[in-house]
């Protein structure tokens, strides 16, 4: 064999050698994990439940609906105009591409997805840690449906709770379902509640659900 052929010889194996180690690499994210091993162990589930109470923590989410709690009121007084949303929150001239309104809906819904992922991958009665996880994502994802549906949806006592009221999403597989009555919408919230509260017996320190948050 002549030198050059050789040292391309002895190239080409590095290159497979190199190739097939490649293949077996773990490709997971160093930061993340994929979807098919994020729910696993318990532990996985107390992270991702720290999650979801991060998504209603969020600055974006937070001051969304601060705005639009504070200024239609009268503790508060806007001094000219300006083009910021809290404008039209000010005035009651809310409309449905709204950044404060877009915020609200879109960070409350991205919150009940994400503790739905989590409520379905717990059985009834696996233990009393995963009844707590449990009852602390039914416990949060019907306190965002109250919250969406006192912004969204008409007061109960108007038309007897039969005006239109929110979409309920009691499952990640849901798509995008229409909205629901108000009637219904509270009916789903109270029997989330009543659930999230049976399911959970930790006492936990007040920045986490708790029974007596729930009742």
């Not at 915020?103 to 919150?111: D, L, T």
């Not at 992922?117 to 009852?135: L, Y």
């Not at 007040?206 to 029974?211: L, P």
Request: with cysteine; proline share 5%.
């Amino acid at each position: 064999m002549k030198p050059n052929n050789y040292y391309i010889y002895i190239s080409l194996i590095s290159v497979l050698l190199a190739t097939a180690t490649g293949c077996r690499k773990d490709l997971e994210p160093y930061n993340s994990k994929s979807d098919a091993t994020a729910l696993v162990s318990l532990s996985d589930l107390e992270t991702a439940t720290y999650g979801v109470y991060a998504l209603i923590k969020s600055h974006v989410f937070l001051r969304a609906f601060w705005w639009m709690q504070i200024f239609p009121g009268d503790d508060v007084a806007l001094s000219g105009n300006t083009s910021n949303p809290i404008y039209n929150s000010y005035t009651y001239t809310h409309f449905p591409t709204m950044a404060n309104a877009e915020q609200a809906w879109q960070g409350a819904y991205a919150a009940i997805y994400a503790a739905n992922r989590i409520i379905e991958k717990i059985g009834d009665g696996e233990s009393a840690a995963h009844d707590q996880i449990k009852g602390e994502n039914r416990y949060l994802r019907g306190l965002l449906h109250f919250i969406l549906v006192r912004f969204f949806g008409r007061p109960y006592i108007q038309g007897g709770g039969d005006s239109p009221g929110i979409p309920i999403m009691d499952s990640p597989a849901n798509g995008m379902p229409s909205r629901s009555t108000v009637k219904k919408t509270y009916e789903f919230i109270v029997d989330d509640l009543l659930k999230a509260a049976d399911l959970m017996t930790e006492n936990k320190k007040a920045s986490f659900a708790t029974k007596e948050a729930a009742y």
